[in-house]
């Protein structure tokens, strides 16, 4: 009998008829999506720009850190056979890498024992992880921090949503201002979505890389800690 009723109230047939035609003249899209999210949608177009300034800048500076002389340690085998040690601390200061800066420090400790010198390498590798990784907290907040918006968008869309129902001294309900009110409510949730899901990417991906450029560290340590165990 409501349902009945409801389908011949002048009133409802018209707000719906409204919204069918505002829904068939606006075809839906990013941008008017965004433009409807309000100020929590400027905040995770912010958020998306510094991710994004953060992943290319360390994504050039991990690759940087990636490349390295094939020849560089036999060259250190070399001088260091030889007797050559400013040949060797030379050479690496010339090779702006994490390893060749890790070789140099210990070079610089021939000498002492093997126990020192390790941990000097180990250090020196422990703060070239620690520059590699800079930048990546940030990374980290926003993939986390970006949901965590759009539902806040979500809640404050609806409390408004409902806030104006109950305003209404009419009484009647429209149903093209209620689906507009949750329509940008939802908005908030897949911005916040979108943002937090690429941005996790893009983080694993670095990390992926920063371990492999750890790989390539412990295998230089080891391989120096093999010269310096040779027989003089």
């Known amino acids: 009998m409501y349902l009945l009723q409801a389908t011949t109230n002048p009133e409802l047939i ?4 409204a919204a069918v035609e505002t829904t068939a003249q606006e075809p839906m899209n990013l941008w008017t999506m965004a433009t409807y999210g309000g100020w929590i949608m400027i905040v995770l177009a912010i958020l ?14 991990i690759n940087a850190a990636k490349k390295e002389d094939k020849d560089f340690m036999d060259r250190i085998k070399d001088y260091i056979h030889e ?3 400013d040949s060797a601390l030379n050479l690496c200061r010339k090779t702006n890498t994490p390893s060749a800066r890790m070789v140099e420090k210990g070079i610089t400790r021939i000498g002492r024992p093997m126990s020192d010198v390790l941990v000097a390498v180990e250090n020196v590798g422990n703060l070239e992880i620690a520059k590699l990784e800079k930048g990546l907290v940030i990374m980290a907040t926003i993939a986390a921090g970006a949901p965590m918006l759009g539902f806040l968008g979500t809640v404050l869309g609806m409390v408004q949503t409902f806030y104006n129902m109950a305003g209404n001294a009419s009484g009647v309900i429209e149903l093209a201002a209620l689906s507009e009110g949750m ?3 939802m908005v908030t949730t897949i911005g916040g979505l979108i943002v937090g899901i690429l941005v ?3 983080y694993n991906f670095l990390m992926a890389r920063i371990d492999s450029v750890v790989r390539q560290l412990e295998g230089r340590t080891m391989e120096f800690m093999d010269l310096m ?3 003089a």
């Open 229 to 231: 165990n040779e027989p």
């Open 48 to 61: 998306l720009a510094v991710a994004i300034y953060l992943f290319i800048e360390r994504l050039v500076v």
């Open 200 to 202: 996790i990417f893009a």
């Open 14 to 17: 018209d707000s719906i008829n």
């Open 83 to 85: 007797g050559k040690i």
């Open 183 to 185: 329509y940008q409510a």
